[in-house]
């Protein structure tokens, strides 16, 4: 079966520019969950998507957004980037359905940097 | 709000030491808990997880256990290979059960 893949794998934005980042999940896999990971601030939660809405939300400005296609595909997007944007940002997913306990499947990362 | 707290990297082993990488949380409830592996370039690997009080996950001769009253997981490895070189985050869920919340991670460097 195939992983959970990324694209692209790496971008370069100046600062002001808008960015989306593509992830399509392990098949069957429903939930899709995005995070950031800074040297700085390590990892971190940005949100969380399940059939095609929003279930959970980090503690991020409003420029960060994202969405999931009804084939459970999601994308996430920064508006307005600011150098502080630079990181990987990871995609996870999952079946979505058993909670507590059930394990995320990481992507291998977009590496996005503002200059 | 939860929060997880590792030791600080990086750790340097020989070949064959004994590895424990200390992991506590703070948490509301009953979090699950998970030990993720990164390998340089890569994404993360689930290595072990733990579900309840007193679980242990097993994963590739790593061990921890879920410790409820010191609130602990600790990661351990009888013998360190140089193949197990990379950055080890310890994570908890949170009560929705699909974001995580890590540690800042440790950093491994086994050498021969």
């Known amino acids: 079966k195939a992983g959970v893949t990324q694209t692209p794998r790496y971008l370069i934005k100046t600062r002001g520019q808008q960015v989306t980042l593509s992830c399509s999940p392990i098949?069957?896999?429903?939930?899709v969950s995005w995070y950031q990971q800074t040297p700085g601030q390590g990892l971190q939660f940005l949100f969380e998507y399940f059939s095609e809405t929003q279930r959970n939300k980090g503690n991020f400005p409003g420029r960060f957004s994202g969405r999931q296609f009804s084939n459970s595909r999601s994308e996430m997007n920064v508006s307005t980037l600011e150098l502080g944007d630079s990181a990987l940002y990871l995609c996870?997913?999952?079946?979505?359905?058993?909670?507590?306990?059930?394990?995320?499947?990481f992507g291998p990362g977009t590496r996005l940097l503002v200059l | 709000g939860d929060s997880v707290t590792q030791m600080e990297g990086p750790v340097t082993l020989s070949e064959e030491a004994f590895l424990t990488i200390n992991c506590t949380y703070t948490a509301t409830g009953y979090p699950s808990l998970f030990w993720y592996v990164q390998y340089p370039g890569e994404g993360l690997q689930l290595l072990l997880k733990?579900?309840?009080?007193?679980d242990k996950g097993s994963n590739k001769g790593f061990e921890a256990t879920y410790r409820k009253e010191t609130t602990s997981f600790h990661l351990e490895k009888g013998s360190v290979q140089v193949s197990d070189s990379a950055v080890y985050f310890c994570a908890l869920s949170d009560m929705t059960g699909y974001a995580l919340n890590f540690g800042k991670g440790t950093s491994l460097l086994v050498t021969p």
């Open positions: 733990a579900t309840k009080a007193d």
């Open positions: 996870a997913s999952n079946g979505g359905m058993s909670g507590l306990g059930e394990t995320q499947y």
């Open positions: 098949s069957g896999h429903r939930s």
